[in-house]
Antibody, heavy 117, light 107 residues
Framework: EVQLQQSGPELQRPGASVKLSCKAS????????MYWVKQRPKQSLELIGR????????DYVEKFKNKATLTADTSSNTAYMQLSSLTSEDTATYFC??????????WGQGVMVTVSS | DVQMTQSPSNLAASPGESVSINCKAS??????LAWYQQKPGKANKLLIY???TLQSGTPSRFSGSGSGTDFTLTIRNLEPEDFGLYYC?????????FGSGTKLEIK
């Protein structure tokens, strides 16, 4: 059974950084892109970018290029996303999702990041 | 980037009824459209991809149609568990983009 287990909720101060994790199981981690998606409260879904765990190559959506850093650890089948210079605009739920020919066939449960002083 | 316009934003229906949700792309995306269901406390669920292909486990009362720029998700004989949020997503060209969502509520 494919599972994506994300880390717990975060409360961070403005200007801080946070690193989220997504542990994959039930499939071969290196064979599929891992995507990260943002959802602000009561808003739609927004793609942040993707990582190819096999070689660590990344593709970021333009607006997130200076905000998010995606990495992957093949020894633990875990994908990470670091968000830097946090502002209130980064308050959102962040999902990891396994890619399947451009659609996302499995999703993590989401992690809420709250940025507040 | 491809803009996805989804309608309606809200939809109310009774169990047993049929509903349709529409998604329009700002340019042709061939057949590459996916539909997702989002419910509180549950992982987002892929229902349909490539316009009309049901993901494994998706009930047959769900169907997808369309190509080019116009797509429709139809749910026939609504079940209580079908109520929630639905999103379309184009997977023709990167960056993949989502529609604004449709909230399906019980009437």
């Amino acid at each position: 059974e494919v599972q994506l287990q994300q880390s717990g909720p975060e409360l961070q101060r403005p200007g801080a950084s946070v690193k989220l994790s997504c542990k994959a199981s039930g499939y071969t981690f290196t064979e599929y892109y891992m995507y990260w998606v943002k959802q602000r409260p009561k808003q739609s879904l927004e793609l942040i970018g993707r990582i190819d765990p096999e070689d660590g190559s990344t593709d970021y959506v333009e607006k997130f290029k200076n905000k998010a850093t995606l990495t992957a650890d093949t020894s633990s089948n875990t994908a990470y996303m670091q968000l830097s210079s946090l502002t209130s605009e980064d308050t959102a739920t962040y999902f990891c999702a396994k890619g399947s020919y451009g659609s996302f066939d499995y999703w993590g449960q989401g992690v809420m990041v709250t940025v507040s002083s | 980037d491809v803009q996805m316009t989804q309608s309606p934003s809200n939809l109310a229906a009774s169990p047993g009824e049929s509903v349709s949700i529409n998604c329009k792309a700002s340019k042709s995306i061939s057949k590459y459209l996916a539909w997702y269901q989002q419910k509180p406390g549950k992982a987002n669920k892929l229902l349909i991809y490539s316009g009309s292909t049901l993901q494994s486990g998706t009930p047959s009362r769900f169907s997808g149609s369309g190509s080019g720029t116009d797509f429709t998700l139809t749910i026939r004989n609504l079940e209580p568990e079908d109520f929630g949020l639905y999103y379309c997503q184009q997977h023709n060209e990167y960056p993949f983009t989502f529609g604004s969502g449709t909230k399906l509520e019980i009437k």
